[in-house]
């Protein structure tokens, strides 16, 4: 497979395939790079989108479902969405509860104005082209919905920033040599890295047509969390 790197342009079937080989160890490298922080954020992120029961909410880039189940137990209709087979296979191991799709974010497979909230947690800054994604987002959702993006962001203390990218973000893929694919975990590295800070990622959601974007930042801003309407 050729070295899929966050400076080159992303490859849908490239970004696929490396998702398919980390698929197994997909929560523990969540962990990882979260330095343990990942269940905080999740908590926070399934606060934000705030699943009512009878609602009907897209979970993307869900992977092995993690990310989906509160919103099962909220009581929604919960669509657990990802282009990686090899991530749904072991999701669907995990959590047979679950209904997953198989969907690409440029393509989603479903009908205009159908979500009542579309959410994406550490995938958007995977997908090829990031405004085409959002602009699919807004068009999957009702009027009146929202969108809620958890992503590795920016940390506003500079010395947090430093810290992390010179701890966390260069001690990975150094374990990666060990691994049985050190291209996915150092292109999830320097993903992150490559990654714009929060207020560009705001002015780009407001640009592909959603209102009242905000974010909030967690852990300092090693994580942001976007909300915005349609």
């Known amino acids: 497979m050729h070295q899929t790197r966050a400076d080159l342009d992303k490859k849908r079937a490239e970004v696929s395939a490396m998702f398919d080989g980390v698929a197994e160890r997909y929560d523990l490298l969540n962990s990882l790079l979260s330095l343990g922080r990942d269940r905080g954020w999740r908590r926070e992120t399934v606060a934000a989108v705030a699943a ?11 992977g092995t479902g993690t990310s989906s189940l509160p919103f099962l137990e909220a009581g929604a209709h919960v669509f657990p969405t990802d282009l990686s087979m090899g991530m749904l296979r072991v999701g669907k191991q995990q ?38 994604a959002l602009r699919e987002m807004l068009r999957v959702t009702r009027p009146g919905g929202r969108l809620v993006i958890a992503e590795f962001s920016t940390p506003v203390n500079r010395a947090l920033r430093f810290a992390y990218a010179q701890g966390a973000l260069r001690v990975l893929p150094v374990a990666a040599r060990v691994s049985s694919n050190p291209v996915a975990y150092g292109y999830l590295a320097e993903s992150i890295l490559a990654w714009p800070a929060q207020k560009e990622l705001a002015d780009l959601i407001a640009d592909c047509g959603w209102r009242s974007v905000e974010w909030k930042n967690l852990t300092g801003g090693i994580v942001a969390l976007h909300r915005a309407w349609k």
């Open 95 to 132: 959590q047979p509860r679950l209904s997953f799709v198989r969907g690409d974010a440029l393509a989603l497979p479903f009908a205009d104005s159908v979500f009542d909230a579309v959410t994406i947690s550490y995938g958007l800054r995977n997908v090829e082209d990031t405004a085409a």
């Open 52 to 62: 009512r029961p009878g609602e009907r909410v897209l979970d993307l880039a869900a």
